[in-house]
């Protein structure tokens, strides 16, 4: 099957959502978006612009004061907490800080999502763990607690345990902060070889725009097993879109060349071409 | 104008919901019984070397307060009989229970808290699992099966204690005397409120302890502050309501 070939559904759609912390300061203001199945989102964003909330909107995390949510073509906005628990399965998160379980082991930490949805054993899921733990090269960790990762590893075992139940939608919530370039790049790559290996609909939220530039510019070679630049008719170009926030707001929405192109001196900040030059 | 009376009615609220949903869950699927005998052992087991230590000592320190007034009535062979209604009735719940709050509410809520500000709370959410489930009412189960065990023994401790300064120590009166007056001088009464009132505090102790966790925001220096207040108020609560449930059974 080629990209492109599957039947394009609405995997999340955003109406109008304004979320607001004691009544008076705004936190997202008028924020509408679409992510269609096999798309890539890119955010952009300095801290604070509201990245991080809008995906814990996303994901029932935090409720908006007024919009509504669509997920999977359903409405969920009024969901409460136990149907929130029935669709979240279905969504691949990763934190910000890699939101792992202090009091669990790494094996534990990735076969949480598996165990916890169905009736498995520990025992019955460590294939899949073990393999999810190879993927993201940290097989020897598995008896290891977080703590005695360092955060480049606590990352990378965040992203096995988003991607281990094989969910619909993945979100990676800044998954390059506060690492050093070398290990930001190494997590991107595994980022778009799961984008590659799945077709997953992915959303990284980020305020590196060299993390943009890669996830438009580059795929994964299987063969190679080594990331390589894109061929500029890619279908998967057509499928990457930027979106830049600004103070709770989306001031941008568009390709990477519209980006580049942009006169807004916000958004430029985000451009790769203008950055370098 | 009553602004100020905002936070601790949205606080109070907050409490009784979070109650209700922890209460309700015991019966609810999936059950968590490997994270209720965790907590059992840290808050059961972890507990009872100090309250072994502070029940003797205050069952001590008491037939010694006593030793002095009673003889003055001439009535020391009823150290045994004072010793045993105090503890039973008061000193034993309410200082196994501060004990257990100092040591417990405050282990809860850094927990929690820590939990919390580092989005694991959050990630326990995404991934499909209730945090009121899997930690609040795990805490909150063994929290109100082990406090009144620990009040018991810390109230046999404290007995014994009285034994050793009023018996061996302080001659005051004799060894069988001693238990006698105590083991006759408890009535139901004083045993149902012995019993109910650990109950109860372990219900203030884990939900307090929980609930300041769960609310934590603010980092590092949030967590503390979360510990601090859930020690303070849990503490605070602990005598509201002793006294509630003395004055209920003093009629009784």
């Keep these: 099957m080629t990209p492109g070939s599957t039947d394009r559904a609405c995997v999340l759609r955003l109406e109008k959502i304004r979320l607001s912390f004691n009544g008076v300061d705004s936190v997202l203001e008028d924020i509408s978006l679409e992510m269609w199945t096999g798309e890539t989102l890119i955010v952009l964003g300095a801290a604070g612009a509201g990245k991080t909330v809008m995906v814990k909107v996303a994901l029932g995390l935090l409720k908006p004061t007024s919009g509504r949510i669509y997920l999977f073509g359903q409405d969920v906005t009024d969901f409460d907490e136990q149907q929130w628990f029935q669709i979240r399965p279905r969504i691949g998160m990763l934190f910000q800080e890699g939101g792992l379980f202090d009091s669990l082991t790494i094996e534990e930490n990735v076969a949480y999502p598996l165990v916890n949805r169905s009736s498995l054993t520990p025992d019955q899921v460590r294939p899949q763990v073990e393999e999810a733990l190879r993927f993201v090269e940290l097989g020897h960790t598995m008896t290891k607690f977080p703590s005695e990762l360092s955060g480049g590893m606590r990352r990378r075992v965040g992203i096995a345990r988003a991607g281990i139940a094989d969910p619909d939608l993945l979100l990676y919530d800044s998954p390059t902060a506060g690492l050093d370039p070398i290990t930001a790049n190494n997590i991107m790559s595994l980022i778009i070889q799961e984008r590659e290996l799945r077709n997953a609909t992915s959303a990284i939220i980020s305020h590196r725009f060299q993390d943009g530039h890669m996830m438009a510019n580059f795929r994964y070679n299987p063969e190679s097993k080594r990331l390589e630049k894109m061929p500029e008719d890619s279908p998967m170009r057509a499928r990457t879109r930027f979106l830049v926030m600004h103070g709770g707001r989306i001031v941008f929405e568009g390709s990477e060349r519209e980006l580049d192109q942009s006169r807004d001196p916000y958004v430029a900040k985000f451009s790769m071409q203008r950055s370098i030059h | ?252």
Excluded: H
């Excluded at chain 2, 039973?88 to 257990?100: D, K, S």
């Design chain 2, 1 to 252: 104008m009553f602004d100020f009376l905002k936070s601790p009615i949205l606080t109070f609220q907050e409490f009784i919901t979070l109650a209700w949903r922890a209460t309700t869950n015991i019966v609810r699927r999936p059950f968590y019984f490997n994270d209720v005998m965790l907590q059992m052992d840290v808050i059961g087991v972890g507990s009872l070397p100090i309250t072994v230590l502070i029940g003797f000592f205050s069952g001590a320190v008491m037939a010694l307060q006593m030793s002095r007034a009673l003889s003055q009535y001439g009535a020391t062979g009823q150290v045994g009989q004072i010793t045993a209604i105090t503890l039973v009735r008061e000193m034993g719940p309410v200082l196994t229970a501060l004990l257990v709050a100092g040591r417990n509410a405050s282990g809860i809520a850094s927990e929690l808290g820590s939990m919390k500000v580092t989005e694991q709370i959050d990630a326990m959410r995404a991934l499909g699992t209730d945090p009121i489930k899997k930690l609040v009412t795990p805490r909150l189960m063994a929290t109100a099966f082990t406090l009144p065990l620990l009040t018991i023994i810390a109230d046999m401790i404290g007995i014994f204690g009285g034994f050793i300064v009023a018996v061996p120590l302080l001659r005051l009166t004799t060894t069988e005397q001693y238990w006698n007056n105590a083991w006759r001088s408890l009535e139901y009464n004083d045993i149902a409120q012995g019993l109910l009132k650990p109950l109860v505090f372990a219900f203030v102790i884990a939900l307090v302890g929980c609930l300041y966790g769960i609310r934590t925001t603010g980092g590092t220096q949030g967590v503390g502050r979360a510990t601090t207040q859930a020690v303070v108020v849990a503490s605070v609560w602990i005598f509201v309501f002793t006294f509630l449930i003395t004055r209920v059974f003093v009629n009784l």
